[in-house]
């Protein structure tokens, strides 16, 4: 941690105008100059990324996707464990956070891991045969659907893209529904309010709907709502979530099956 950079990443964050006409210009617009200092920053940030990880099965010879990958360093944080896996695919709109990833992936010596730049709404998986419609064993995504805009496109994705069985875990802030379903958390409307305008500026939109979404097409295997410290800003608790879902092992495409009768 070195307060120079800190400052530097902060001054990006809170005063730095985002431009660009495009989702992906604006992503550059706000990452470029932040690319290389991101990690050791969001490292107090992203809270319950660690344990999303501990908690997915990376098993030998199996393929895993991150969307919205950023720098990469989820590789770092899923560890050993992900060495033996056939493939992994570190998918970002950022050309300049994919740089660093690529950095990693040399330097670290992941043969196994590709860098993918793509929209995570859209993308397509390259060495994926036309066969193999839903190659994926593992998707996830660390604080990226709170900047996706179309998020329930990329979670459809990803869904799509999973094998029946196959596991999602997410990591991301939130906002929790005024009026939350029976034992999940509930969020003032004060906190709720205040996480919403305190992330427009940078274009990251913590949602009451995320969870509700996953919690319908993925059957839940394990869910934590905390909230984690706010580096500079003394006594704010941030809510995030860990959620680590199951596609069902029967599934017959639910989402493209439409009753006309
Ligand atoms: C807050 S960063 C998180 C990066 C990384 N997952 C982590 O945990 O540090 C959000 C990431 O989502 C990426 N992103 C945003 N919209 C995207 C999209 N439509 N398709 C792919 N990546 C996207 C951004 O470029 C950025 O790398």
């Known amino acids: 941690m070195s307060l120079t950079n800190d400052l530097k990443i902060l001054y990006r964050i809170a005063f730095h105008p985002i431009r660009g006409g495009t989702h992906k210009e604006r992503l550059e617009s706000f990452y470029k100059e932040q690319a290389e200092g991101y990690d050791a920053f969001r490292a107090r940030l992203l809270h319950g990324r660690e344990e999303m990880f501990t908690r997915l099965p990376f098993l030998p010879d199996t393929r895993w996707a991150d969307f919205g990958s950023g720098t990469g360093i989820n590789l770092?944080?899923?560890?050993?464990?992900?060495?033996?896996?056939?493939?992994?695919?570190?998918?970002?709109?950022?050309?300049?956070?994919?740089?660093?990833?690529?950095?990693?992936?040399?330097?670290?010596?992941?043969?196994?891991?590709?860098?993918?730049?793509a929209d995570a709404t859209t993308v397509k998986l390259p060495d994926v045969t036309e066969e193999e419609t839903t190659p994926l064993d593992i998707a996830s995504f660390s604080y990226s659907l709170t900047m996706i805009p179309d998020w329930f496109a990329a979670i459809d994705r990803a869904y799509d893209l999973l094998k029946p069985g196959g596991t999602i875990g997410v990591a991301d802030f939130y906002v929790s529904r005024k009026h939350a379903e029976e034992g999940m958390k509930r969020h003032s409307s004060g906190a709720r309010s205040f996480w919403r305008y305190w992330f427009d500026q940078d274009n990251i939109y913590p949602s009451p709907d995320h969870?509700?979404?996953?919690?319908?097409?993925?059957?839940?295997?394990?869910?934590?709502?905390?909230?984690?410290?706010?580096?500079?800003?003394?006594g704010a608790r941030i809510p995030y979530y860990t959620f680590i879902g199951r596609k069902p092992a029967d599934d017959i495409a639910r989402t493209s099956q439409i009753d006309n009768s």
């Open 76 to 117: 770092a944080l899923a560890g050993d464990r992900a060495r033996t896996l056939k493939r992994i695919y570190l998918i970002d709109l950022s050309p300049s956070l994919l740089a660093q990833a690529q950095k990693r992936i040399q330097g670290d010596g992941w043969s196994n891991a590709r860098t993918v730049e």
């Open 211 to 234: 969870l509700p979404y996953l919690r319908r097409k993925f059957e839940t295997v394990y869910l934590y709502e905390g909230r984690g410290t706010v580096p500079y800003l003394p």
